[in-house]
Antibody
Framework: QVTLRESGPGILQPSQTLSLTCSFS??????????VSWIRQPSGKGLEWLAH???????RYNPSLKSRLTISKDSSSNQVFLKITSVDTADTATYYC????????WGQGTTLTVSS | DIVLTQSPASLAVSLGQRATISCRAS??????????MHWYQQKPGQPPKLLIK???NLESGVPARFSGSGSGTDFTLNIHPVEEDDTATYYC?????????FGGGTKLEIK
């Protein structure tokens, strides 16, 4: 079955770089049309799409954050990565990875707190 | 960016009755063949769960009490008859263009 699991540092200080990993199973990111997105949700608030990577390594970013985001993948190890530079308190949120452009499978999320 | 406006922000529906949630897009998210609008249910402490994809296609395993409709810029999620387990926040999301965006959410309470 399809599963995704996010991992991250949990807490960062302002200006540091966030590195997130999405480890998945049950599908291949080498398969045509497949892709994985990162989405975040501040506590008690709505959902914000961040970035998407396709099976052919094409990448799409939310323009509002594009200068700070880098998405990448390792299809052989079934992992997708997201880096966010220069974090601040506004980046405090739960970060999810999800499959495809209609997000049919989600991980449980990893929580990030940015605090000095 | 395409703005998705959900209404109402919250609603309370009696057990067994119908819940109707609207999502209006700031521009069309549809072709003649596909509407790139999707619906999710999120319960506290859980990730969202896909209910409906491409406006009206029920995701596998989702009860037939859930249905979606609409085209162009106006879309609707219906739940009938509602059950206690449907207490949750519901979101619409488009995949028409980058950036994908979500509606602000509709909180459903079952009376």
């Amino acid at each position: 079955q399809v599963t995704l699991r996010e991992s991250g540092p949990g807490i960062l200080q302002p200006s540091q770089t966030l590195s997130l990993t999405c480890s998945f199973s049950g599908f291949s990111l080498s398969t045509s049309t497949m892709g994985v997105s990162w989405i975040r949700q501040p506590s008690g608030k709505g959902l914000e799409w961040l970035a998407h990577i396709y099976w052919d390594d094409d990448k799409r970013y939310n323009p509002s954050l594009k200068s700070r985001l880098t998405i990448s993948k390792d299809s052989s190890s079934n992992q997708v990565f997201l880096k966010i530079t220069s974090v601040d308190t506004a980046d405090t949120a739960t970060y999810y990875c999800a499959r495809r452009e209609f997000f049919d499978y989600w991980g449980q999320g990893t929580t990030l707190t940015v605090s000095s | 960016d395409i703005v998705l406006t959900q209404s109402p922000a919250s609603l309370a529906v009696s057990l067994g009755q119908r819940a109707t949630i609207s999502c209006r897009a700031s521009q069309s998210v549809a072709t003649s063949n596909y509407s790139y609008m999707h619906w999710y249910q999120q319960k506290p402490g859980q990730p969202p769960k896909l209910l409906i994809k491409y406006a009206s296609n029920l995701e596998s395993g989702v009860p037939a009490r859930f249905s979606g409709s609409g085209s162009g810029t106006d879309f609707t999620l219906n739940i009938h008859p509602v059950e206690e387990d449907d207490t949750a926040t519901y979101y619409c999301q488009h995949s028409w263009e980058i950036p994908y965006t979500f509606g602000g959410g509709t909180k459903l309470e079952i009376k």
